[in-house]
Structure formats: C-alpha cells, structure tokens
C-alpha cells in the first residue's frame, strides 16, 4: 500500500514540478539595455543634411541585439508656401534605417517665413545587429527650401535580445 502511494505521489509531482518549471521559464526577463542621449540646445538647419544627434552603442562580442531606435524632438521650418518639410533620418553604422529613407515630412511649413508652427514628434524604428561597437546618428536636412529648427532632442536606444 505504501508503494501505490509513492507512485501516487510521483505521478502527481512530475506534473506540478514541469508546470512549475515552465512557468519559471515564462517569467524568465531578459536584460535590456537602455541607453539614452539628450540634446537641448536649438539647432537651425538647412537644406545640406547635418547632424542631429548621435550615440554609440556596445553589443557583447558573439551576441545579436534588436536595437528599438526613438528619435523625438521639437521642431518648425520656416519658408513660404506649404511644401518645405524637415527631413529626419536614423542610420546604423551609416546605412539609413527605414522607413526613415529620404522621404519623411517630421514637421512641415505653414506658409509663413518665420519659425513658427511647432511639433513635437517622434519615429521608431528597429535593427538588428551583432557585438560590437555600433554608431546610431540622425541626420536631418530641409527639403523645398527653407529653415528648419530643431529643439529640445532625445535620442533612446534599448538593446532587446531576440528571443
């Protein structure tokens, strides 16, 4: 009799201790890395592309990372008409990262020469890479003529470990 209880209780701990075990394994959280960059100081550009903001980024040698890249600023472009925008784009080691490829408007003019109008945004974007020593930078330029300035940036970037 004492040996059906044993095996009674050994058929009911496998279940309970796998269950357990998984739902460790759940809860199990990955270190993410975030690193972040500030730049309050007013910007004034143009229509040659600059830089807006730029930030290194270390990857354990032999590791892959998701870089989750936000880009968020204030932003107004004088110039007349409605047709001049500010062009913001985020690039990895030098390759643009889209959709941030030449063609977003991040604020736009509203037929006035002065400054005015101003925006707050922010785009996101996603690259893998592997270990090492990885250079994140925005550039940005005027596109259709035009003054742009930008205030007040942030530059976050969280290293994800793909799953």
């Known amino acids: 009799m004492n040996h059906s209880k044993s095996a009674q209780v050994k058929s009911r701990f496998l279940p ?5 075990l998984g739902m460790l394994g ?4 990955y270190a993410d890395d975030a690193n972040n960059v500030t730049n309050p100081n007013p910007l004034s550009v143009g229509a040659s592309q600059v830089s807006l903001i730029t930030m290194t980024v270390s990857i354990p040698a032999g590791q892959v990372r998701e870089l989750a ?3 968020s600023f204030e932003c107004a472009v004088g110039g007349a008409g409605f047709t001049s925008w500010l062009e913001a784009d985020i690039y990895v080691d030098g390759f643009i990262i889209s959709p941030t490829h030449s063609d977003n408007a991040s604020c736009a003019t509203n ?5 005015d109008g101003w925006v707050e945004t ?4 996603v690259r893998a890479v592997g270990g090492g020593l990885h250079t994140v930078q925005v550039r940005g330029r005027v596109v259709g003529g035009g003054i742009a300035r930008v205030d007040d940036q942030s530059l976050t970037v969280i290293e994800e470990q793909p799953i």
């Open 16 to 20: 309970v201790a796998l269950c357990a």
């Open 26 to 29: 759940s809860l199990a959280a």
């Open 69 to 71: 890249i936000t880009h």
């Open 111 to 115: 037929n006035t020469a002065s400054q």
């Open 122 to 125: 922010s785009q996101t974007v």
